[in-house]
């Protein structure tokens, strides 16, 4: 296939990118560089398998070769409001690339009679008064939140998604990610595990927004891809979770990075730092990824967090 992936710059697409790579089919990056950077997919500039087009998404994406798939991951993901990086601080950027650039790839995808999957999130269901969340529920946002410009931006963006299948029959996909992690995110861009490694390889205090009782479920990047490209190839069209069921307090998280680091500097409460409507409780129902897609996350967490901690260890000796 020929595969266009938008954020290809970003964590989770340059390892899409690869994996669709790996799996022989011909991918076409685009990224702006909001928050992700060339470095992430260096590596695979003179392949004859990937082209890279430097555009914002937001603006109408003019593309003439043959497309087969359209996978769009493009936007910000962070919620830190302390990181240039974070969506707080990139407000209308994220309203946009979930609104203005779901409508643009969806037509494309619809030129091209391609399949399309949308990188949705947990946090379509704000902070869950259901738990653990099933893709049945609705949600519980705050229209007008601290997070609303991520949080109606992917929702409206499936609303999106579900029109241009409706209506115009693009074959289309709904993966609502939960929290995953790995090698390739962005050392600034102040999520809690690229926060927490740095602060425990340079021996400090590990930075608890709130008590630490909040809690997520944490997925490995591989598996995580493994679960898109199942998606991808399949025929459902309503949303699937995908990430892990192994939850987790944020203490505890951070307790399992300082040991697995050696860090004997413990951790420092910061109840400032906490954005609004900070999601008390989260793990995904994965019956639908499970029994659609044959696919469960594998990989341990401190098999996981051992190997990202490795590559945040070699990105600060180079920083
Ligand atoms: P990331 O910031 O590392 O990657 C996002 C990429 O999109 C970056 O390279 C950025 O430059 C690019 N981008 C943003 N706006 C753009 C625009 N207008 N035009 C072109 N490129 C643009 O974040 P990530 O963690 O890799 O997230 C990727 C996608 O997955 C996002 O859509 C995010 O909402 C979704 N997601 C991620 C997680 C997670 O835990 N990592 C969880 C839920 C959903
Ligand atoms: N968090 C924290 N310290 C940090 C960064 C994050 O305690 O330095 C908390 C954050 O408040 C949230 C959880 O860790 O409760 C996960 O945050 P992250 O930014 O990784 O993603 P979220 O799940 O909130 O989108």
Redesign the pocket.
Request: glycine content about 8%.
């Given at each position: 296939m020929h595969i266009l992936v938008t954020g290809a710059a970003g964590f989770l697409g340059s390892h899409l990118c690869d994996r669709l790579i790996a799996e022989g089919h011909t991918v076409i990056g685009m990224d702006n560089f909001i928050t992700g950077s060339p470095e992430n997919i260096e590596h695979l500039s003179g392949n004859p398998r990937f082209n890279f087009i430097e555009h914002d998404v937001s603006n109408f994406i003019s593309f003439h070769k043959k497309l087969d798939a359209v996978l769009h991951f493009a936007s910000p993901?962070?919620?830190?409001r302390n990181s240039p990086r974070g969506y707080p601080n990139l407000q209308i950027e994220t309203l946009k690339a979930g609104s203005l650039g779901t409508i643009n790839t969806l037509g494309l995808a619809r030129l091209n009679q391609a399949r399309y999957l949308f990188a949705s999130?947990?946090?379509v269901y704000g902070d869950p008064l259901e738990h653990p969340q099933p893709e049945s529920y609705w949600g519980h946002v705050d229209p007008v939140g601290e997070?609303s410009m991520y949080d109606e931006a992917k929702r409206f963006g499936e609303a999106a998604v579900m029109a241009y299948h409706r209506v115009h029959h693009v074959n289309t996909h709904i993966a609502r990610i939960f929290?995953t992690?790995g090698p390739r995110m962005s050392l600034d861009d102040?999520?809690?595990?690229p926060?927490?490694i740095q602060?425990a390889l340079r021996g400090e205090p590990?930075?608890?927004?709130?008590d630490?009782s909040?809690t997520?479920s944490f997925c490995y990047v591989d598996d995580l891809i493994e679960g898109i490209y199942r998606l991808l190839l399949s025929d459902e069209h309503l949303p699937v979770n995908i990430g892990s069921d192994t939850e987790t307090s944020?203490l505890e998280?951070?307790r399992t990075i300082n040991r697995l680091t050696e860090n004997e500097a413990g951790v420092i409460y910061?109840p400032e730092?906490?954005?609004g409507n900070?999601?008390r409780q989260?793990r995904p129902d994965l019956t639908r990824a499970r029994t659609l897609l044959g696919w469960e996350p594998k990989v341990d967490v401190e098999i996981g967090l051992r190997v990202t901690i490795e590559y945040f260890r070699q990105k600060m000796e180079l920083a």
């Open positions: 993901a962070s919620p830190n999130t947990s946090e997070r929290n992690y102040g999520r809690a595990v926060n927490f602060q590990l930075t608890i927004y709130g630490g909040q997520r944020i998280f951070a910061q730092n906490v954005l900070d999601p989260r």
